[in-house]
């Protein structure tokens, strides 16, 4: 058995959640008429990578 299963399904989740956090807050600090849409982006991505996490932990 291998000690580290961090495999890059789960590293690629963590990033598309990080970037689901990240985009919303720096459009809201450059334009407001932004926020909505990158609000909808930031959750479609953080969905996506919550369920690759899931498929790779499997």
Do not use: R
Not at 3 to 12: K, R
Not at 17 to 38: K, V
């Amino acid at each position: 058995m291998k000690g580290n299963n961090v495999n890059t399904g789960q590293i690629l989740g963590i990033l598309l959640i990080y970037l689901a956090i990240q985009t919303p807050i720096s459009a809201l600090i450059n334009n407001f008429d932004a926020f909505s849409f990158s609000l909808f982006i930031s959750l479609f991505l953080s969905v996506f990578g919550i369920i690759l996490i899931s498929y790779s932990t499997l």
